[in-house]
């Protein structure tokens, strides 16, 4: 229901398939991952097809700050615990790599969006942060990124920033814009690309197949599915991952007041700060995000955007209440790299998943390695992103997640808090228990109720209501739904089952 700075100005759209095809490659999901190795094939001389459920940029995308950062997400020294040096290493050539080559294609496809090169700032507020920059400074060298210095008394516009690691030449770009520039690029080369399509099988195969929501099929020699999380498995990649919400608030700072830096801190949960562009001839506009929770977990989003605010308003120059809120959805993975190739199990089915804090750049591996992949090239990053790899050491963390999990399932024990049904004001959900079973309902501005079986099809967890958004999310595996019970975001692939229920002593919990 939120509207990013991004949607708000630049809007995307692509006819739907209207019968069955045959290409090279299908990829399935229009966002950066998915646009981004539809245009290295395509580039490459395949056949390509892209479908989305919606069109491009119209998932998570378009909800991303956009940060191109070779600082990693969840640090160098992270990765060096759980994955080893050379896994560091690789981790920084990556991203690097993929900073590098979103700039080539901007200027190879004269995509305007707004790309450019800044510095980026991690900075420590507590001794603990103190501590984590000196591990991150001595890994990310040992990583090869000797130009990461520490830095003192950095300007935010507002403030000094007393403790701080600088990492220069991070990236920026207007994420939407640039996927506008990928779309046509693609076309121009042949391929195509549909919205309004809707992925519901992925048989692999010679050829592998997709079966659509309307009953065209699209036989191809390989599969992409790059739909944020896979909808194509059941356990195999999602008990090694978990969905996040984070928040961002667009706020106004007087032009020229504050360096065209990235910042990033090391609270937890952190915060991460970029400026976005102009927003009128006074003021551009600064966008902070932050604050996270796990998907279907909290229900307080109005808390988070004040204290991402109030956490903004203490360290930059920015003016008056935020003019932009939006929320988005980003896919942890347990030893903090993302997920990148071959299906298991598959042949010719590959995914991209597990984004973490750095999406577009993971986006741009995913169309590099891919490419390879498809092509039979030899890539040195496909053992590091393989999606069927195990870390031992990261098995603490992988049974943290997954006894997160089982805890969402205590949900049907269901207690009643005594808010009766038809206490539901308009425009609001929750979960109810209606006849020995849990609902999702919601009333819509006319008074009509709509129910669903409040079970996610996926694993049969329990959905929750997310008041911000206007949707019923699963806490286990992030799954969303409308208030029409169809589905927002996988692994799901269906919606909500729509239930009949009276209105006798029905209680909300």
Known sequence: MTTSYWAAGTAL?????????????????????????????AAAGLAVIVIDAQGPGAGETGRTTAHLMTAFDDYFSYVERHLGHQAARQVARSHAAAVSRMEAICAAESIACDFRRVDGYLFAESSDGEDLLARELEAAHRAGLEDVERASDVPTGKVLLRSALRFPRQGQLHPLKYLGGLVDAIQRRGGKVYGKTRAMEVSDGHPATVDTASGARIRAGSVVVATNTPFIDRFAIHTKQAAYRTFVVGMKVPRGSMPPSQFWD????????????????????????????????????????????????????VVDAPVFAWSGQVMEPVDGVAFIGRNPGDANVYVVTGDSGNGMTHGAIAGMLIRDQITDRTNDWAELYDPSRKSLTA?????????????????????????????????????VRAGGRHVAAFRDADDGLHTFDATCPHLKCLVQWNSLEQSFDCPCHGSRFGVDGSVLHGPAKGGLEPVDVTRDDQRHH
């Open 13 to 41: 759209t692509s006819p739907p398939l209207d019968g069955d095809a045959e290409c090279d490659a299908c990829v399935i999901g229009a966002g950066i991952a998915g646009l981004s190795v539809a245009y290295e094939l």
């Open 266 to 317: 090391t609270l937890e949960p952190y915060h991460y700060v970029r400026i976005a562009g102009d927003f009128d001839p006074d003021y551009q506009l600064l966008i902070s995000g932050g604050e996270d929770h796990k998907v279907g977990q909290a229900d307080d989003a109005g808390q988070r955007f004040a204290r991402l605010a109030d956490w903004t308003r203490q360290r930059f120059p």
């Open 395 to 431: 098995v603490v963390e992988y049974a943290r997640e997954n006894a997160n999990v089982v805890v969402q399932y205590a949900d049907w024990l269901g207690k009643d808090d005594g808010v009766a049904l038809d206490a539901i004001a308009p425009g609001a959900g929750h979960v």
